[in-house]
């Protein structure tokens, strides 16, 4: 895919005279490149097709109601599916399992009082490396 700018620029050097080689060789464009650029009247548009349905897309909900049942590995959950009938592999189903467990987790909220557990300062006794002794 080319951009806008060097489409213009393949036209205007070709309004300057220059031969296709001298502009494929100035771009670093293939010269058949070039040629089908400089054939066109128009800026080559691109576009994406529709995107297919995933072959998990009927099993999303046993996959969720799974999830909601036990904390199961996605091991498990593609052994599962697979003999409901599932026919795609286990990495589709590992990453749809890290999406709903990560998505889990963001939702799961601690209440603390600010300072009492990870600003408080220990005392010495109570320290890693209060067993160390120093030499004076």
């Not at 990453?95 to 709903?100: E, G």
Request: glycine share 6%.
């Amino acid at each position: 895919m080319i951009s806008k700018e060097v489409y213009m620029e393949l036209h205007a050097m070709r309004r300057e005279g220059k031969s296709l080689r001298a502009i494929a060789r100035e771009t670093g464009l293939h010269r058949n490149t070039v040629r089908k650029h400089l054939a066109e009247k128009e800026l080559p548009r691109y576009h994406k097709g529709p995107r297919r349905e995933s072959v998990l897309a009927p099993y999303v909900q046993a996959v969720e109601d799974l999830l909601e049942e036990d904390d199961y590995r996605a091991t498990k959950i593609c052994e599962l599916l697979k003999n409901q009938g599932y026919t795609g592999g286990y990495d589709t189903v590992r990453r749809h399992v890290r999406t709903i467990k990560a998505r889990k987790i963001r939702l799961v909220r601690i209440p603390t009082i600010p300072a009492t557990q990870s600003e408080r300062r220990r005392p010495v006794s109570e320290r890693s490396d209060a067993g160390h002794v120093l030499c004076t």
